[in-house]
């Protein structure tokens, strides 16, 4: 068994819990920004492959307490790295992040983290050089009140890069990110889910990867597919193989998305195509204020600009104002929008619920506005 951990987004741990507990795993801490899960190899393959709201998977190797550089080595130097790193492995550490703790250089712990790791395997191997012309393994660590977590990244490039969207417009969400707000709607599959400031269709996408059940992984590589000593390449080919075979692509799906950037509507279809959902999603060219539904429920979950281009600033309130219209005309229906915009409820009018979401060092807000609840049994048969 390992013990692994999961960043996320500060604010949407609940979210990721759910994710891991749903796969059937044992949650053992869940802290700011983070989530520890135990787990066995194949654990590790199946978290990269299906967790939508995760930022990584790392393998916790240890912890420990430093407060100088001698204490920081020798704990580094404690840990049993030959179990994980082979001797022609490649190993370095490939971030250090520090949060009231009495060492504070991130180059400083990655060069001594380094030097440490080469002693003790050094001494276990035999050997002085290492080739590191073997599999990669990179290291993480995290000093938070002097205690030292130290992790191997099994995911490699970030999650939430899913292999499908090679283009964005200025100033597009996080896939990770919208998957997990649209988790915090009770939107699900066969419901009419709209986006009218779509960008590259990030919603729209996830919500559709979601319809079909398809695992958000399986359009990419992760480092740890290298990692022969520690999980069989077998394994990768099962889970990939049945995640494969429990692809459930409805017949349709009721996800629509617009924007006012008529280069961005191509880009969206492109997206959606690489990630093999382009039949369930419509996209065309439209200003906000042309969305309409005679549909007596369905979801709004948006992202419209907040400001990120100065010379957007002053168009805020108009923009905001024609949302506020378009979902006045919808009675029934309920609608999400994230804004770093502080000033969004002014127009949006008061949200039942106002959840703070950091996307990175950016404070944005989750404006929650629900609708009525359909009847039970009610499905969407119809479009727009
Ligand atoms: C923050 S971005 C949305 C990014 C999107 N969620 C993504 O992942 O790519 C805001 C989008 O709103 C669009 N937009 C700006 N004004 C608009 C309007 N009046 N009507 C519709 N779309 C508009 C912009 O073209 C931009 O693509």
Redesign the pocket.
């Known amino acids: 068994m390992y013990e692994l951990m999961a960043p996320c987004h500060f604010g949407l741990e609940a979210v990721l819990k759910r994710e891991i507990y749903d796969l059937g795993y044992e949650i053992t801490m869940v802290e700011d920004g983070h989530v520890c899960y135990e787990a066995d190899d194949q654990g590790i393959v199946l978290s990269n492959l299906c967790l939508r709201t995760a930022e990584r998977v790392l393998v916790v190797v240890g912890r420990f307490t430093a407060t100088d550089y001698e204490s920081f080595f020798q704990g580094m130097k404690a840990l049993p790295w030959e179990r994980y790193i082979p001797s022609d492995g490649r190993f370095w550490i490939t971030k250090a992040t520090t949060v009231k703790s009495a060492l504070f250089s991130p180059s400083d712990l990655q060069r001594v983290g380094k030097k440490a790791m080469v002693k003790r395997m050094s001494e276990v191997y035999g050997i002085e050089r290492f080739p590191e012309t073997g599999p990669s393994y990179p290291v993480r660590l995290f000093l938070y009140k002097n205690v030292v977590t130290v992790t191997l990244d099994s995911s490699g490039e970030a999650l939430h890069k899913r292999g499908y969207r090679k283009k964005?417009?200025?100033?597009?969400?996080s896939e990770t990110l919208?998957s997990a707000l649209l988790m915090l709607t009770p939107w699900r599959e066969g419901r009419i889910l709209a986006?009218?400031?779509?960008?590259?269709?990030?919603?729209l996408i996830e919500a559709a990867q979601m319809a079909a059940n398809m695992a958000p992984g399986l359009g990419r590589d992760f480092v740890s597919m290298e990692w022969e000593n520690l999980i069989s390449k077998d394994i990768w080919k099962e889970e990939r193989k049945w995640l494969k075979a429990a692809v459930d692509m409805p017949e349709r799906a009721y996800l629509y998305g617009?924007?006012?950037?008529r280069t961005?509507i191509p880009v969206?279809r492109e997206n959606a195509r690489r990630a093999g959902v382009e039949k369930l999603i419509r996209f065309k060219t439209?200003?906000?204020?042309e969305f309409s539904s005679d549909r007596p429920f369905g979801f709004i979950v948006?992202?419209?600009?907040?400001g990120?281009r100065l010379s957007?600033t002053e168009?805020l309130p108009?923009?905001y104002s024609?949302l506020s219209t378009v979902y006045r005309g919808l009675d029934r229906w309920s609608m999400y929008v994230i804004s770093a915009w502080e000033d969004a409820p002014k127009y949006l009018g008061k949200p039942a619920k106002n959840r703070k979401i950091y996307n990175g060092m950016m404070k944005t807000y989750f404006y929650q506005y629900p609708g009525m609840k359909p009847p039970k049994g009610y499905f969407d048969d119809r479009d727009l």
């Open positions: 964005t417009g200025p100033a597009p969400i919208a986006d009218p400031f779509c960008g590259s269709g990030t919603f617009s924007d006012i950037d961005m969206a439209a200003d906000v204020s948006t992202n419209p600009p907040y990120e957007e168009e108009d923009i024609r």
